[in-house]
């Protein structure tokens, strides 16, 4: 492996290693995006869905008379009106029935990375994920081969429970006297 | 995680289930708590083809002064020894060392009888009542006897019990204000001691229980005869494992397990002697 210039931009494109700007952060920072509620198609009704404020009770009936002579309302259903349209039963019941898109519906993609490598370290590295957890561990372990260096240790296996430390530590003390054996010799 | 096929009944009264346990022969088990038999269950390590429970059995969960004993019913949870007021008196050790087995809910559920008779050498009270020289009580259809703890522990989950025997009490002598600790060593807080100490000291008396060092608690004998010679506690604890035959597993390798009690069995007498 050959290490090369990580700040160093790819050739033979324009895009690929290049700082860019984000053209969504605009609007998502100013409160100017659109989200779906946002929409506002003209003749569109609204739904709201009204559920049993009791868990695991019996329904004995749906009383739809003040909803429906609510102002505005068009129309009211409750499961009783609407189940003669599909027998109770589900429409998709199965992939089969229920489409999905299959990896030949799908457009030709070509994949590409961003490389913005970052500042702070020699390697450029960044991590990704759960970033607060990232640090943690080489900085335990750098502690504790830190703390064992002068028994010539220089890396441990993770996890460090205690059986590991000492394990190192033996191993290390154990080398070190054979060191100073052959050297008596 | 299913335990293979088996009966079940309930026994009312200590006699009924040792007649019960005598009816139902060698395959019959005693469940108490539960903690310690199920899960073997569930494993498939252990099959007993009946059960017989004596978890109702609350005659046997009591804790009173015997003079110069604490007399211990066999069905008494660990909760029960940790928060006695008896026991944090007189034996304070074995009172903390109940408050380190499991977890609150092994703890509520899982008795000192059930933990001593199962005889696992990694449970906390085997050795810690083995360190304080406790006697057991075993009845059985011919009457009951006492049988010394350190006679007690035969081998693997194996104990003096005949099979159709049942421990009905534990019997601990009075501390009588000797020092004591308790060094329990492992990751997490309701695991099983890797490797756990059991100690109590009164200038040259002493005693030592070892916890996971064998397949049978350990009685660390060398170490007390060690200080009642007038040894060091540094040099008496070099001494730790004499008795023992520690095994290897996934947490420790032998010499680590020998490692750890030496420098448990120091912190304990080191402790126990303040």
């Known amino acids: 492996m050959t290490m090369t210039d990580p700040a160093a931009p790819a050739t033979g494109n324009t895009v690929l290693g290049k700082r860019r700007l984000c053209k969504e952060d605009r609007a998502l920072l100013t409160g100017e995006a659109k989200y779906t509620n946002d929409l506002n198609i003209p003749g569109a009704l609204h739904l709201a869905v ?30 009783v009106d609407l189940a003669p349209l599909w027998d109770g039963q589900p429409k998709t019941s199965n992939l089969a029935e229920y489409l999905v898109p299959a990896a030949s519906d799908v457009p030709s993609i070509t994949l590409g990375h961003t490389i913005t490598p970052s500042p702070t370290n020699p390697l450029g590295v960044k991590g990704v994920g759960e970033a607060g957890t990232i640090g943690a561990t080489p900085a335990v372990i750098n502690a504790i081969v830190d703390a064992l260096s002068g028994l010539g240790v220089t890396e441990m296996p993770m996890p460090a429970s205690p059986y590991n430390v000492w394990k190192t530590i033996q191993s290390a003390r154990s080398s070190q006297s054979t060191t100073a054996q052959g050297a008596t010799k | 995680m299913i335990p293979a096929a088996f009966d079940y009944v309930r026994a009312e009264s200590a006699e009924q289930a040792i007649s019960l346990i005598g ?102 009270l085997p050795a810690t009542t083995l360190a304080l020289g406790a006697t057991y009580i075993a009845q059985g259809p ?32 009075k501390m009588d204000g000797a020092g004591w600790s308790f060094q329990k060593f492992n ?81 304990a007498l080191e402790e126990s002697s303040k």
Not at chain 2, 87 to 111: F, I, K, N, S, Y
Not at chain 2, 212 to 227: D, R, Y
Not at chain 2, 234 to 252: F, G, H, V
């Open chain 2, 23 to 124: 009816e139902h022969g060698e395959d019959a088990k005693f469940i108490a708590g539960g903690h310690s038999l199920l899960p073997m269950m569930k494993l498939r390590m252990a099959q007993p083809s009946v059960l017989v429970d004596i978890g109702r059995l609350s005659d046997l969960s009591y804790v009173r002064d015997a003079g110069d004993h604490i007399a211990i019913g066999a069905l008494t949870r660990h909760m029960d020894v940790e928060t006695s007021s008896v026991l944090a008196e007189h034996v304070p050790l074995l009172a903390h060392a109940a408050g380190h087995v499991g977890d609150p809910q092994v703890r509520h559920r899982g008795t000192i009888g059930g933990s001593i008779a199962h005889s696992d050498s990694a449970s906390d």
């Open chain 2, 187 to 267: 990751r997490r807080a309701q695991d099983w001691a890797i490797v756990g100490v059991a100690a109590w000291r009164r200038g040259d008396d002493s005693g030592v229980g070892l916890v996971n060092m064998g397949s049978t608690p350990v009685l660390a004998t060398s170490v007390a005869t060690a200080i009642a010679s007038g040894a060091s506690v540094a040099d008496a604890a070099e001494l730790a494992s004499a008795e023992a035959d520690p095994q290897k597993d996934l947490n420790a390798s032998v010499e680590y397990r020998v490692h750890l009690a030496k420098v448990l069995v120091r912190r």
């Open chain 2, 142 to 173: 011919k009457g009951t006897r006492e049988i010394a703890a350190a006679d007690f522990y035969q081998g693997f989950f194996t104990t003096s019990l005949e099979a159709d025997e049942m421990l009905t009490e534990i019997r601990v002598p």
């Open chain 1, 50 to 79: 009204h559920r049993s404020p009791y868990a695991h009770a019996r329904i004995i009936g749906v009383d739809l008379t003040a909803a429906a002579a609510a102002p505005g309302v068009v129309a009211a259903y409750s499961g």
